[in-house]
């Protein structure tokens, strides 16, 4: 709970900037980061502003994704991703910022559909109505960030393949 707690004060305090950087005026309340993923006026927004490491490193704490796995859906090396820790204030890049939003709100659905540890083992398994793929290898673009949402909600609405 206290890490719920935690994303959720990083978001405000992340949303602050963004309105005062782009002079917005984007949330009038104490927004959570469900609604944060929820709202896509806010997550284009913050796509162009980039998000902090600091933000990232939340968002990456409730994913069940490694460093590894984050470098490699990012396309940077691990390296790269270890430089950006160990500096305080990097931001990244829109289009870096683009798939860590698209991780969240998937890691976000799926975690409400199957709870944590069952969405890993899903991710981790082939499954006949994504062309037999692991849903994890299709969350490398945005094509199959939407077929594994698409799935998602299937499978919340008790609609099988």
């Known amino acids: 709970m206290e890490a719920n707690l935690k994303i959720d004060k990083a978001v405000r305090t992340y949303l602050k900037k963004v309105e005062q950087d782009q002079h917005l005026n984007l949330s009038d309340r104490e927004i959570t ?70 991780l969240a709100e998937v890691t976000s659905l799926g975690n409400s559909v199957f709870g944590p540890e069952k969405f890993y083992l899903w991710l981790q398994t082939p499954n006949y109505a994504l062309g ?23 499978i919340d609405q008790g609609i099988f393949a």
């Open 33 to 102: 980061y469900k609604e944060f993923l929820s709202n896509r006026m806010l997550i284009v927004h913050s796509i162009r502003e980039g998000i902090p490491y600091r933000l990232f490193k939340l968002i990456q704490e409730k994913t069940p994704f490694s460093e590894e796995e984050w470098a490699e859906i990012l396309n940077i090396s691990t390296k790269t991703l270890q430089r950006y820790r160990a500096s305080k204030n990097h931001v990244f890049k829109p289009i870096h910022s683009e798939k860590i939003l698209e």
């Open 132 to 154: 037999n793929l692991k849903p994890k290898e299709l969350l490398k673009d945005s094509y199959g960030k939407e077929l594994v949402v698409e799935e998602l909600h299937h």
